[in-house]
Nanobody
């Protein structure tokens, strides 16, 4: 299993970023996928999950209405569109295989992370 995130960077409050996660080594379309983030000095925080069929999407209250998770099963790629970014969104963002419970129970199927910094 390999998950490689990209798209992070530094942005001003109110700005946008789009994260990508390239998946390989498993049947991507058969798994729920999630984004998890970890801010400096804090524990991991679940952000969002998308099921296999892309019919429902789930978000934490802290990002609901601002972030959109999506997937392209043909490209084995997971995305996170982040709009209206706030300083409190600053964190290392990880792509994770599995739903909310699975992704938060173990780092085994996480990528290496991509840094998002929101600062004036």
């Amino acid at each position: 299993v390999q998950l490689v995130e990209s798209g992070g960077g530094m942005v001003q409050p109110g700005g946008s970023l789009r994260l990508s996660c390239a998946a390989s080594g498993f049947t991507f379309k058969a798994y729920e996928m999630s984004w998890v983030r970890q801010a400096p000095g804090k524990g991991p925080e679940w952000v969002s999950t998308i099921p296999t069929g892309d019919t429902n999407r789930y978000y934490s209250d802290s990002v609901k209405g601002r972030f959109t998770i999506s997937r392209d099963n043909a490209k084995n790629t997971l995305y996170l569109q982040m709009n209206s970014l706030k300083p409190e969104d600053t964190a290392l963002y990880y792509c994770a295989r599995g739903g909310r419970i699975t992704s938060m129970s173990s780092r085994r199927y996480w990528g290496q992370g991509t840094q998002v910094t929101v600062s004036p």
